[in-house]
């Protein structure tokens, strides 16, 4: 049994927490760390976990995940899956009305657990969102302790 760890990165950031999520699983397990672009050809068979990751653009994933969320199927009835993304800090988003608006909006993980879950994957865990200061990053402090944090919540 494995865990594969897929992510998209624009700028660098969601690539990090990605690393760090697959850091946390690594202990005594096979944990595969791919970018999107990799992902096409591995099987999910095998597989006792699948996690995503990808930037929130447009109060969703970039297009490549989304249209993996949309597509993949699990290779066993209700194979368990996890996602996250990466989001503007609330505090950083100026003027403060618009922060409304981005928080009404949404974001890329719970867009992609929804496609999962459509597709027939079993979410495990909480959809998560980690910070980054600005547009290009960088992460808030202690985002990447906090994303540790949140992948050993997913093998406990
Ligand atoms: C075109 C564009 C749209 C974005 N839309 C959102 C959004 O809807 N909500 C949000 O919280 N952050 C948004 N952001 C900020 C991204 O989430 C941020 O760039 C991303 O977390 C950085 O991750 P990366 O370094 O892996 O690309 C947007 C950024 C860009 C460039």
């Known amino acids: ?5 897929v992510y998209d990165s624009v700028f660098g950031n969601t690539a990090r927490i990605a690393d760090a999520v697959a850091g946390a699983l690594r202990p005594g397990r096979e944990v595969k760390l791919l970018r999107i672009e990799e992902a096409a050809e591995w099987p999910l068979r095998g597989v ?16 490549a995940m989304s249209e993996l969320a949309a597509v993949l199927r699990p290779a066993v009835p209700g194979q368990a899956a ?5 989001r ?13 608006v981005v928080e009404a909006g949404g974001y890329a993980a719970t867009r ?16 998560a969102g980690f910070l980054v200061g600005g547009t290009e990053g960088p992460l808030k402090p202690g985002e990447l302790e906090r994303a540790a944090a949140w992948a050993a919540t997913l093998i406990a």
């Open 82 to 86: 996890a996602v996250f993304d990466t």
């Open 112 to 127: 992609m657990a929804e496609k999962l879950d459509e597709g027939g994957f079993t979410l495990r865990g909480a959809p």
């Open 1 to 5: 049994m494995s865990i594969i760890v």
């Open 48 to 63: 006792e976990l699948l996690v995503m990751g990808s930037p929130t653009r447009g109060f969703r994933p970039t297009p």
């Open 88 to 100: 503007l800090a609330p505090e950083d988003i100026h003027p403060a009305p618009l922060r409304w």
